[in-house]
């Protein structure tokens, strides 16, 4: 008696792969980043009218600093992308500045302090 060995051969054929890009490109409409550079133009010139119109004080550089941040605001979140980025980097990019302002209205505090304590306890003007 022999004994028969039967094999069974499968043949895989190769999957195919699917050709996955290495990096996807998102476009953004042109309409969007011409609406933008409208808007940064309206803040330029509203910016240029506080100083023609003639405001002085508090009011002149609060509307400065006012448009100042809206265009840079604007110019982060679409022209460098930042509108469309991880909120892990945003906050790695915007955290710092803010923190920074912090301080230096911590500052500011500080030496409204210090000139009221030397008026205070030696009684000299600066």
């Known amino acids: ?32 980043y011409l609406v933008v550079w409208l808007l940064l133009f309206v803040l330029s010139t509203f910016s240029y009218l506080v100083d023609y119109v003639g405001l002085q004080g508090y009011l002149r550089w609060s509307l400065i600093l006012i448009f100042m941040m809206l265009k840079a605001g604007l110019i982060v979140a679409i022209f460098m992308h930042m509108a469309w980025e991880r909120l892990a980097l945003i906050y790695a990019i915007l955290l710092p500045p803010l923190l920074v302002l912090v301080f230096v209205a911590l500052m500011a505090s500080e030496s409204h302090y210090v000139l009221f304590s030397r008026l205070t306890f030696f009684g000299a003007a600066p």
Do not use: N, Y
Request: hydrophobic residues 25%.
């Open 1 to 32: 008696m022999a004994m028969t060995e039967t094999t069974i051969h499968t043949h895989t054929s190769p999957q195919t792969q699917t050709q996955v890009p290495a990096q996807t490109h998102q476009q953004h409409p042109i309409g969007l």
